[in-house]
């Protein structure tokens, strides 16, 4: 299926880079711009805009070698239209994060990514392609297994330790199995992330 696509998004002059350390961070505005026109940006759950997300990503690059951390970026008519992330092991390579601008979702850009990723992956010698937590339903498609993931708390043994988790962390923790808590959570989410990105707008237009 990756294949199709792999060639279609040849025909039409698409390129595919792979990026690490002072090369990636070289690109960082492209990532950043990438994931705002992306529904991640929509949504408010962007991960790498200006600020500690963003911070978080430039210190990743300038601390990581090819051989620990590698980007992958999909290049159409001369734009940067998706990006994926991943983190490296001698036998593993784990996906991190990606987005794509969805003004080119006829790309396929993802996908795109994903083949030449694992592609490569397989190339070194790495024989688990991981994409590690998350519960989107593409994930349930293209994997052949899961696991499941475990959450530990520590807290001081003392009555005040034991009420800051049982007030503060358990209730959150049991939220998290109630489909309606996570989708009033989503909701909320993407509210918050359209009033951020207005205000954002606003603040650059004051200025202007």
């Known amino acids: 299926h990756s294949r ?16 690490a350390g002072r090369e990636a961070l070289e690109r960082l505005d492209d990532i950043t711009a990438i994931e705002a026109r992306s529904w991640k940006g929509r949504a408010g759950t962007a991960r790498f805009q200006p600020g500690p997300g963003g911070d978080l990503l430039r210190t990743a690059f300038e601390s990581t070698t090819a051989e620990t951390m590698e980007v992958w970026l999909a290049v159409a008519e001369e734009q940067p239209i ?24 006829s790309h396929y ?11 490569h992956a397989w190339d070194e010698g790495r024989r688990e392609y991981d994409f ?4 989107e339903a593409y994930k349930a498609d293209w994997t052949t297994g899961a696991r499941t993931l475990r959450y530990l708390a520590l807290h001081p043994p003392t009555v005040r330790g034991r009420a800051a988790y049982g007030l503060l962390v358990a209730p959150r923790w049991r939220l998290k199995s109630w ?6 959570h989503a909701r909320w989410t993407r509210l918050r992330g359209r009033l951020t990105a207005r205000g954002r707008n606003t603040g650059t237009e004051a200025r202007a």
Request: aromatic share 12%; no cysteine; proline share 2%.
């Open 82 to 105: 998706a990006f994926q992330i991943n983190f490296l092991t001698p036998g593993r390579l784990l996906y991190y994060q990606g987005a794509y601008d969805e003004a080119h979702r």
């Open 132 to 135: 590690m937590a998350g519960g």
């Open 179 to 184: 489909g309606l808590a996570r989708s009033g």
């Open 4 to 19: 199709r696509w792999v060639r279609r998004f040849e025909r039409r002059g698409g390129e595919v880079l792979r990026l």
């Open 109 to 119: 850009a993802g996908g795109v990514l994903h083949h030449h990723a694992l592609a």
